[in-house]
Structures are given as structure tokens and as C-alpha cells.
């Protein structure tokens, strides 16, 4: 059973950073496109960055482009999302997921997520 666990979310003031991790198992990181997705209450979830299982590239969406910093450790079969200069419109539940491919992840299609963790940008 693939299992994707987050962490890292908090409570934090405009303009700071947080660093949220999401630990895989049963399959390595490269096995499919993996990334984070964000949902806030009565919007739809929002794609936010994926690094592709062909070649490594990351991508960003413009909301986050410039702020936000998706990298992985292979040995620790985890991947992290680095926020800086956050916004109080970042606030949201924040999921670790992995898809098909990038094009399925940029949909919204994914194969498995997380349980999530809240982000709370506020002063």
C-alpha cells in the first residue's frame, strides 16, 4: 500500500517560510511524478509543484513561481516543499500527491495523496 505522509505545516507570519516534507514508502520517488497540491476551504485544489519521473525537471505554477522550492532527497525517499515570502492566500491544507505523469498532475489527476497539513499565513 502506497503511504505518502506530510509534515511541516504551521502557523506563520506574511513574508515568512516554512518547509514541509512528505515521506514516501512502497515506491521510490521516481517511480512517478510526485508533487504538492494545496486546497483551500470552498476552492478547488490547486496543482503547486511537481518534479517529473522521466528527467528530474521541476515545474511550478505562476501562484507560487519565484516563492516556492520543490526538491527530494532520493536516500530518504522524501520531498520537500520550500515556501518563502508566504502570503495569507497561501493559507490552506497542503497535499503531498503523485500522478501518472506531470501533464496528469498539472489536471489535477493524481494516484495517491497524503492525509495533508494545514498551512496558516497570518499575522
Known amino acids: 500500500q502506497v503511504t505518502l505522509v506530510e509534515s511541516g505545516g504551521g502557523l506563520v507570519q506574511p513574508g515568512g517560510s516554512l518547509r514541509l516534507s512528505c515521506a514516501a514508502s512502497?515506491?521510490?520517488?521516481?517511480?512517478?511524478?510526485i508533487g504538492w497540491f494545496r486546497q483551500a476551504p470552498g476552492k478547488e485544489r490547486e496543482p503547486l509543484s511537481w518534479i517529473s519521473n522521466s528527467d528530474g525537471s521541476t515545474y511550478y505554477t505562476d501562484s507560487v513561481e519565484g516563492r516556492f522550492t520543490i526538491s527530494r532527497d532520493n536516500a530518504k525517499n522524501t520531498v520537500y516543499l520550500q515556501m518563502d515570502s508566504l502570503k495569507p492566500e497561501d493559507t490552506a491544507v497542503y497535499y503531498c500527491?503523485?500522478?501518472?505523469?506531470?501533464?496528469?498532475?498539472?489536471?489535477?489527476?493524481?494516484?495517491?495523496w497524503g492525509q495533508g497539513t494545514q498551512v496558516t499565513v497570518s499575522s
Open positions: 500527491a503523485t500522478a501518472g505523469s506531470p501533464r496528469l498532475f498539472e489536471r489535477g489527476i493524481f494516484t495517491y
Open positions: 512502497e515506491f521510490p520517488l521516481d517511480y512517478y511524478a
